[in-house]
């Protein structure tokens, strides 16, 4: 895609911070980042989201993601880690190519989940069959 900014980063037209470069992943430091540290892992090939990417591509991506967040919390003295992958818009997805980030987190960082909703008496099971229902 010619406008995606993570494309443009893949063929080399952006500077980056590179972390790790294979024939299929790259990661980098975020220009934006949480923390210093937090760093982003694409597929070069570009899908928008987590239901595009080809199964084998994305198995590809979240063992370097693994390992880059040890290399992470370890680099940067991090007290935990969040790892975040967020699809469409609606869903807070930014940059529409599929891309997973590392944060490392520090105790009293001041961030915070998301809010915590709850279920009526008997809406889990209703949910949860409409759920089971679409798997594939």
């Given amino acids: 895609m010619s406008d995606c900014i993570f494309c443009k980063i893949v063929k080399g037209e952006l500077p ?15 220009i934006g980042p949480i923390h210093k540290g937090h760093a982003l892992v694409i597929p070069k090939e570009h899908h928008e989201t987590i239901l595009d990417i080809p199964d084998d591509l994305l198995k590809k991506q979240i063992v370097i993601v693994k390992k880059l967040t040890k290399a992470i919390k370890t680099a940067v003295k991090a007290d935990g880690i969040t790892i975040g992958q967020s699809n469409y818009k609606h869903g807070g997805q930014v940059v529409l190519h599929i891309h997973f980030h590392i944060m490392p987190r520090f105790k009293d960082d001041g961030l915070k989940l998301w809010p915590q909703g709850k279920y009526e008496d008997g809406e889990m099971d209703t949910y949860k069959k409409k759920i089971i229902e679409k798997l594939e």
Avoid: Q
């Avoid at 980056?16 to 975020?30: P, Q, R, S, T, V």
């Fill in 16 to 30: 980056l911070a590179k972390l790790y470069e294979d024939d299929d992943i790259l990661a980098f430091l975020d």
